[in-house]
């Protein structure tokens, strides 16, 4: 009878963090993906107001640069300016 209740115990507590480990990843997720997506519609309205000034080279919106922005958030985005400012200074 105690093997038997150990074993339960046992099983919920591993029950309890296999739960904990995938909704822990299903956050990460969400976040990521959110920050993707806000970061895109971010880029593609910075990007627009910069073509208005007159300015022709952007960072173009692509996986790597979703990628990016998904990972690292806000300053994913200003990686991608200051990558596009560099090489465009660097000529």
């Given at each position: 009878?105690?093997s038997?209740?150990?074993?339960?115990?046992?099983?919920?507590?591993?029950?309890?963090?296999v739960?904990?480990i995938?909704?822990?990843?299903?956050?990460?997720?969400?976040?990521?993906?959110?920050?993707?997506?806000?970061?895109?519609v971010?880029?593609?309205c910075i990007?627009?107001?910069?073509?208005?000034?007159?300015?022709t080279?952007?960072?173009?919106?692509?996986?790597?640069n979703?990628?990016?922005?998904?990972?690292f958030?806000?300053?994913g985005?200003?990686?991608?300016?200051?990558?596009?400012?560099?090489?465009?200074?660097?000529k």
């Amino acid at each position: 009878m105690k093997s038997m209740t150990f074993a339960i115990i046992i099983g919920v507590c591993l029950l309890v963090l296999v739960l904990a480990i995938v909704f822990k990843k299903i956050e990460w997720l969400v976040n990521f993906v959110f920050r993707a997506l806000l970061g895109v519609v971010l880029l593609y309205c910075i990007n627009s107001v910069l073509v208005n000034f007159g300015v022709t080279k952007v960072p173009g919106i692509n996986g790597v640069n979703v990628t990016s922005i998904g990972l690292f958030g806000m300053p994913g985005i200003f990686l991608l300016y200051a990558v596009m400012i560099y090489y465009s200074v660097r000529k």
